[in-house]
């Protein structure tokens, strides 16, 4: 074989080769080779060092092959150690992957292991300074909320959900939906790794060779049976996972945080809850796609439904022990109790809530959470999808995208966070044959839900939002606020009117702020201790910002 040397002076790379080749050291192992994807990486992407290999003696190369590594910078004794994984169903492809969080020169050392066979290769790279943000973080001083790490940015959470957005067989439209998205400042997507589904959603969603939603991490004897799959759960279906880590790096690209949700109650031909097949699926997810900074954890959608409490502790602390990176993770369970909010491994609820009292119930989150001494950011990542029609929905015949732009002002104004769901109503392999919405991630321009929520994002993120609490108490009038009293004050009135606010004493500039369109209207200068507006311009839901 061609032997592949870490970067050494050639003199030295000379004695080395002779020694290993007079001790013989792969004598017997001529068919393995080692390969690095570049000397170079940026800092939060990531170095993937490529193992080819004969596998011809191994039947089942992902359980009875294994490639682990050890990273740091170069000089420390500090390493952080890796796992990598099979990327052919043959075997002969293992690649690992490291993604490093600061600048510098680094030395590693990756060890395969197959059959009798063993095989170490050490290496160096560079990682440089290419002003990436890396994965979101719990804010240490503001802890109700997420900065990026790396550029200590604040993160301001705005969602939706495609869950199976890599059910479409042309993945131009997998990029296409999310570059629309990320237009719309659509930060964070809600998408499913594994699960499949039943079509009688009562949406127009059906399942052709363009789109379907069986989503089949595992090869299948028969992956288009919706019940009877046939998974082989001892091996992995390598074309799924490398269609979803291309969507994932798309993303990446334009800070999108992908949350990965492992399972879905409905219709999943599940694992045996804490089999060995149930955890090599989630120990290959965080060897895969944990050196990606854009991703968190979800262990499952309804997760109550199949899962208990006690299975969600144990498998979140197992996940985090194999995720090198530590990416924040949650579950979404039907019944917001089932949280495991106490738990290091807990990095913020996802509940979901379909009441229309939304600013009180997120109220309530907060006051749940601050009873087990621990503050994480609280989000309700499904109040319901717009235009959706099921039976126990709390608003028949369904919630517009009117009413789901107004709730998540009153989410946000609780100091919290969500996600939406935009209609599925145009369509999928149905005519028009334009949408998809909640279901995958697609849609065209008549959907303007989005763009409410727009105007929304754009209204925090002119302040320092992350600094505020709630304070409805230094208001009237059935408004909401959030305040750093003496410094800012976000009011939003969702019947529009006017509004007293009590302020600390000094002088305040106050803008009005149109919920709907994004319009700002300039006010003057408000003063306390106790200030009443003017009448908002008109009927509609109206924001104000004082501030000092």
Request: charged content about 25%; overall charge negative.
């Amino acid at each position: 074989m061609e032997l592949e040397l870490p970067q050494m002076p050639s003199p030295l790379r000379v004695a080395l080769f002779s020694v290993l080749t007079a001790c013989g050291a792969w004598g017997s192992q001529s068919a393995i080779t080692f390969s690095q994807s570049s000397p170079a990486v940026d800092v939060y992407d990531y170095v993937e060092i490529t193992v080819h290999a004969d596998a011809s003696g191994v039947q089942n190369p992902f359980t009875e092959a294994s490639l682990t590594g050890s990273f740091g910078k170069a000089g420390s004794s500090v390493r952080l150690t890796v796992n990598g994984f099979c990327d052919s169903a043959d075997g002969t492809t293992q690649r690992i992957r490291f993604m490093p969080s600061a600048a510098g020169d680094y030395a590693y050392s990756v060890s395969y292991k197959a059959g009798g066979m063993q095989q170490s290769y050490e290496g160096r790279f560079r990682a440089v300074d290419g002003h990436r943000r890396g994965p979101i973080r719990v804010d240490p001083d503001y802890r109700w909320h997420f900065i990026w790490e790396g550029t200590g940015e604040h993160y301001y959470f705005n969602g939706t959900t495609a869950f199976f957005l890599v059910g479409w067989r042309d993945e131009r439209i997998i990029n296409f939906s999310l570059e629309r998205l990320h237009r719309l400042k659509i930060n964070r997507v809600r998408t499913l790794l594994g699960g499949r589904v039943s079509t009688m959603y009562g949406e127009p969603v059906m399942n052709t060779a363009e789109f379907n939603v069986f989503l089949s991490p595992w090869p299948a004897v028969k992956a288009e049976d919706f019940d009877h799959p046939g998974f082989d759960y001892a091996r992995f279906n390598v074309a799924h996972w490398q269609k979803f880590e291309r969507m994932v790096r798309f993303a990446r690209e334009r800070d999108m945080t992908v949350s990965v949700i492992f399972d879905i109650a409905d219709g999943m031909v599940h694992t045996v809850p804490g089999s060995e097949d149930e955890r090599r699926y989630i120990r290959y997810a965080a060897a895969r796609l944990a050196a990606f900074s854009n991703i968190t954890w979800d262990l499952g959608d309804d997760l109550d439904t199949f899962r208990d409490d006690k299975w969600a502790h144990e498998t979140g602390t197992l996940l985090e022990g194999w995720d090198p990176y530590k990416h924040l993770a949650t579950t979404h369970p039907v019944h917001r109790e089932h949280q495991d909010r106490a738990s290091d491994w807990f990095g913020f609820t996802s509940i979901q809530d379909w009441s229309r009292r939304q600013h009180a119930l997120m109220l309530e989150e907060r006051q749940l959470q601050l009873k087990t001494g621990r503050i994480i950011p609280q989000t309700n990542e499904e109040y319901g999808y717009e235009d959706h029609y099921p039976k126990w929905a709390p608003a028949p015949p369904g919630d517009s995208a009117e009413t789901l732009r107004r709730t998540a002002w009153e989410i946000a104004m609780a100091g919290a966070y969500g996600t939406a769901g935009e209609t599925a109503r145009r369509g999928t392999n149905i005519w028009p044959d334009t949408g998809g919405g909640w279901m995958n991630g697609r849609s065209d321009d008549t959907t303007t839900m989005l763009n409410g929520y727009a105007h929304m994002v754009d209204f925090f993120t002119g302040f320092e939002w992350w600094k505020t609490e709630p304070h409805d108490e230094l208001v009237n009038n059935g408004a909401y606020c959030v305040a750093e009293p003496g410094r800012t004050y976000a009011v939003y009135l969702p019947k529009g009117g006017k509004v007293s606010v009590e302020l600390k004493p000094g002088s305040y500039r106050a803008e009005w702020f149109a919920a709907q369109t994004g319009e700002k209207v300039p006010i003057g200068t408000a003063e306390g201790p106790v200030w009443t507006s003017p009448a908002a311009p008109d009927g509609n839901d109206w924001a104000l910002l004082l501030r000092k």
